[in-house]
């Protein structure tokens, strides 16, 4: 079920990217026939493989359906991203709604469109998996009950998005020009995304909680049971809620919020009608784990760390991508241009880093964190077996193998036996605490580290060196593509110059000359050079005074005549030097300060 959180959320990165594509000027009639035959096929693939698939459980009872179920449902929803994608980035669907004053003002409601329209191949995906996925439940389940839960129980990841995204668009229609600078400012927006961040992880359980319609629990032995855990470990909550989901046949129970007033405990009516007494008890102890192990304030910071590092490295990444040029020219053999490829590379490496980090980085934490809230049992008794009596009951009544894999737990063959392992070598317990603080210090040690880099590359003292090297690959690129252009070659020449590589900066302006003898801007800077190089043996007063004399027949201009001021100063012609620098002064139009300094320290040398 959590992988519907990862496919909504890769879903938005996919609808937001799409900005980055050269945009059309209106949509083709023939798209949109073509993404919805492209959509009635999808619907017939997910017929067709689930329809194979309670075949196969019909014959095979006892297998491990359940498991294929799963993978079915992860590659059809893959595929459904895929075809998602191309409505977005190759049909541009979007354009459906261009022109449209309301979508313009408020963008947030054109994107919710378009997730519905992902929300749409996933209910395809569902609806055609009914049939045999109900068998894995413990009690009766209609189809509109288990479509309705898939989707309620995956729109909580689209939340906080949500509210982002539609008060950005409000303060974005108020007068207010300083808040709205504020906004856009790198400081504006991180405080903007960590309050709504902090706001959400508050109070968002409270709108979960309405969202997937929990009631609370009602009064009776279960709830008293429930509430004298609770009081034993020193717990707060708001309210013990009974959970339907899925007809309430999940045999399963949570706890939300980090906030003890806006906290509540989750339980399905299958969770207690299956276990007794005991085994309830060892169920909250795991769920009071989760929260006196702080997992979920944890969850927060691992949100948090993901968007800080994707804030600070989101552009440079742009520019390295953008020089990537083996790539494109793999991309040009299949008829794909630059401009096209560049943002599918963007589009690519955002939804990449985001599952790598989400499906492994994120899930590790969790199945460790899963593991430290089992053994959170042990704070209370020195026997575990209700808890895994517990797991047991799971696997039998779900029909689901105990070794089932899962990307965010462990499976329940290995919770047991670590369980089990715990029982009989205690230290085992303190010892996987001290593993995960461990690992968790590791983590906001390396991303403070990444940001501090990122924030280097864009903000600090590794700017400057990043802007060369993207400058220089661009520069070269650009050479290759248009080897004959002059004025590259002055380019590349001002590059060398800045970086105090005068010799390739000769080189590259010399380059210029040759192509074009007559090119004043390397001309001038060639001149420059060769006057007030800091290293003597770049210097060439013969050379500079002609070069910039050449640079002055093409163009009377005030920076030429500085250049030349300076060459006839090389010279020892400081008369004519100070009488270029005024005309250079009259000539001006900004940069009056400098001209003024420089007429300045010529006539000093005339009137000593």
């Not at 009690?139 to 950005?168: E, R, T, Y």
């Not at 999940?250 to 919020?257: F, K, P």
């Not at 089992?374 to 029909?399: C, G, P, Q």
């Not at 030349?564 to 010279?571: D, M, P, S």
Request: aromatic share 16%; charged share 20%.
């Amino acid at each position: 079920m959590f992988s519907s959180f990862l496919y909504f959320l890769v879903a938005l990165i996919i609808y937001t990217t799409s900005e980055m594509f050269e945009a059309a000027k209106s949509i083709d009639n023939s798209l949109v026939f073509a993404s919805f035959m492209i959509s009635i096929f999808f619907a017939f693939v997910c017929h067709i493989a689930f329809k194979r698939l309670t075949k196969k459980a019909l014959k095979n009872p006892y297998g491990n359906i359940d498991h294929l179920v799963n993978n079915y449902i992860s590659h059809l929803s893959v595929l459904a991203l895929v075809i998602f994608a191309v409505n977005i980035y190759g049909f541009k669907l979007n354009l459906l709604f261009s022109g449209i004053r309301l979508f313009d003002i408020i963008p947030t409601i054109e994107a919710i469109i378009f997730l519905g329209l992902f929300l749409l191949y996933l209910i395809i995906i569902w609806n055609a998996a009914y049939g045999v996925q109900k068998r894995y439940f413990a009690g009766k389940i209609s189809k509109k009950n288990f479509i309705m839960s898939n989707v309620s129980f995956s729109l909580p990841a689209l939340l906080p998005w949500f509210f982002l995204s539609i008060v950005a668009d409000i303060l974005g229609l108020l007068p207010w020009q300083p808040v709205r600078q504020l906004l856009k400012s790198p400081a504006g927006e991180i405080g903007y995304i960590a309050l709504f961040l902090v706001a959400i992880a508050i109070f968002g359980p409270v709108l979960i909680k309405k969202l997937w319609n929990c009631k609370p629990l009602e009064p009776g032995l279960p709830r008293a049971r429930i509430e004298g855990v609770c009081q034993k470990a020193g717990l707060k909550y708001s309210d013990i809620l009974k959970w339907e989901l899925f007809g309430g046949t999940m045999i399963t129970a949570g706890v939300m919020g980090i906030v003890g007033r806006f906290r509540y405990i989750l339980v399905t009516p299958a969770l207690l009608n299956l276990l007794n007494d005991d085994e309830v008890d060892a169920v909250m102890m795991h769920e009071i784990g989760h929260v006196q192990k702080y997992h979920m304030l944890f969850y927060l910071f691992f949100f948090a760390g993901f968007i800080a590092c994707n804030f600070v490295f989101f552009e440079p990444v742009i520019l390295v991508l953008y020089i990537f040029e083996p790539v494109y020219k793999l991309f040009e053999l299949i008829g794909v241009g630059k401009d096209t490829a560049h943002p599918l590379l963007i589009s690519t490496a955002l939804i990449g880093s985001f599952i790598l980090y989400f499906r492994f980085v994120f899930g590790f934490f969790m199945r460790n964190f899963e593991r430290q809230a089992d053994i959170h049992v042990y704070h209370f008794t020195n026997d575990a077996s209700a808890l895994i009596s517990t797991f047991y009951k799971i696997a039998s009544f779900s029909r689901q193998s105990i070794e089932k894999p899962n990307w965010h737990h462990y499976s329940i063959g290995q919770r047991v036996r670590f369980l089990e392992k715990c029982q009989s070598i205690p230290s085992l317990i303190q010892a996987h605490h001290l593993r995960v603080k461990k690992l968790i210090i590791g983590y906001f040690v390396l991303v403070i580290i990444l940001v501090g880099v990122g924030y280097s590359i864009n903000y600090g003292v590794a700017k400057e060196a990043f802007g060369n090297f993207i400058a220089e690959n661009i520069l070269f690129q650009q050479l290759d593509v248009d080897p004959e252009n002059s004025d590259l070659y002055v380019v590349v020449g001002d590059y060398y110059y800045n970086n105090k590589n005068y010799e390739k900066a000769v080189d590259s302006y010399e380059n210029a000359l040759r192509m074009d003898p007559e090119n004043t801007h390397a001309l001038n800077n060639l001149s420059w050079l060769f006057a007030t190089c800091p290293k003597e043996e770049y210097r060439n007063r013969k050379k500079a005074l002609e070069y910039a004399g050449r640079a002055l027949e093409q163009k009377r201009e005030a920076f030429i005549l500085d250049t030349y001021a300076e060459a006839l100063f090389a010279n020892n012609d400081i008369q004519n030097a100070a009488a270029a620098a005024k005309e250079a002064l009259d000539r001006s139009k900004d940069k009056k300060d400098y001209y003024k300094r420089q007429l300045q320290r010529f006539e000093k040398m005339l009137n000593p």
